[in-house]
């Protein structure tokens, strides 16, 4: 059985005192002791969350880190060896603003994904299409382009110790989300490409939705089949919205 897992973006939010509050509403929230809850804060806040959240169950990662493992001369760049030293537990690799605005391309993304995973973080893939792109029908090849790139190089047993989120970039902060069947139906085909490969390993990996996940949408979501939790954007940043979608990953 699939544990889910909801996991909060923060993207690029928070000021010191901003962060602190939602701190303080976190470690208020009762959560289900059957689901994984984590948060994404911005580079910047990693150690204050980390430290503000000791003892509550939730996990702290990142949004994004190098495409090399260890430090070194990359100005800018954060690498997976040291957001593991700090205590995050994973990261998020081929986000789709990385992606469409800032040019990352799949090579770029499997590299990460890569690096991440030798420093002992959980990479969380994600994947989606975008507008015009599920519009001209091609919402499973999308998806089983940048899902296959990282099976291609890395082989399918590197989602042994990974997450896949499926965003479907027309509903990230725009309001709009997939419908339960919609979503459901990208689960599904992401789950047989990688069974295709490795079906017993296929059974184990957690695949999130992404994309407007509210309170009020998240139970039917997170009750299809192969739906595991949510990857939650503009909700993770109000503590009691993003409990009560980790409460509907519970029931």
Same mark, same amino acid.
């Given at each position: 059985?699939?544990?889910?897992?909801?996991?909060?973006?923060?993207?690029?939010?928070?000021?010191?005192?901003?962060?602190?509050?939602?701190?303080?509403?976190?470690?208020?929230?009762?959560?289900?002791?059957?689901?994984?809850?984590?948060?994404?804060?911005?580079? /910047?806040?990693?150690?204050?969350?980390?430290? =503000?959240?000791?003892?509550?169950?939730?996990? *702290? #990662? &990142?949004?994004?880190? $190098? @495409?090399?493992?260890?430090?070194?001369?990359?100005?800018?760049?954060?690498?997976?060896?040291?957001?593991?030293?700090?205590?995050?537990?994973?990261?998020?690799?081929?986000?789709?603003?990385?992606?469409?605005?800032?040019?990352?391309?799949?090579?770029?993304?499997?590299?990460?994904?890569?690096?991440?995973?030798?420093?002992?973080?959980?990479?969380?893939?994600?994947?989606?299409?975008?507008?015009?792109?599920?519009?001209?029908?091609?919402? /499973?090849?999308?998806?089983?382009?940048?899902? =296959?790139?990282?099976?291609?190089?890395?082989? *399918? #047993? &590197?989602?042994?110790? $990974? @997450?896949?989120?499926?965003?479907?970039?027309?509903?990230?902060?725009?309001?709009?989300?997939?419908?339960?069947?919609?979503?459901?139906?990208?689960?599904?085909?992401?789950?047989?490409?990688?069974?295709?490969?490795?079906?017993?390993?296929?059974?184990?990996?957690?695949?999130?939705?992404?994309?407007?996940?509210?309170?009020?949408?998240?139970?039917?979501?997170?009750?299809?089949?192969?739906?595991?939790?949510?990857?939650?954007?503009?909700?993770?940043?109000?503590?009691?919205?993003?409990?009560?979608?980790?409460?509907?990953?519970?029931?």
């Amino acid at each position: 059985m699939r544990r889910p897992l909801v996991a909060g973006n923060w993207k690029m939010h928070g000021t010191h005192s901003s962060v602190a509050e939602l701190i303080k509403g976190l470690r208020q929230l009762a959560l289900p002791s059957g689901v994984d809850v984590a948060v994404m804060p911005p580079c /910047l806040f990693i150690s204050q969350v980390i430290q =503000g959240l000791a003892g509550k169950a939730i996990d *702290v #990662g &990142a949004q994004n880190s $190098a @495409v090399e493992p260890m430090q070194g001369a990359l100005t800018g760049e954060t690498a997976p060896s040291q957001l593991a030293d700090v205590g995050c537990s994973m990261v998020l690799v081929g986000h789709s603003e990385r992606r469409l605005i800032l040019g990352e391309s799949d090579e770029v993304v499997s590299r990460k994904f890569a690096a991440a995973q030798s420093c002992g973080l959980v990479p969380v893939l994600c994947v989606g299409e975008t507008r015009a792109e599920r519009e001209a029908g091609k919402t /499973l090849e999308v998806v089983a382009r940048q899902l =296959g790139s990282v099976i291609d190089e890395l082989g *399918v #047993g &590197a989602f042994a110790r $990974a @997450v896949v989120a499926y965003e479907p970039v027309w509903a990230i902060g725009t309001g709009l989300t997939a419908s339960p069947a919609q979503a459901q139906e990208v689960h599904a085909a992401i789950r047989a490409q990688l069974a295709a490969e490795n079906a017993e390993l296929a059974k184990g990996v957690r695949l999130l939705y992404g994309g407007s996940v509210k309170a009020a949408s998240a139970a039917e979501l997170f009750g299809m089949p192969d739906i595991d939790g949510g990857l939650v954007g503009g909700a993770s940043l109000n503590a009691d919205e993003f409990g009560a979608i980790c409460r509907a990953a519970g029931s």
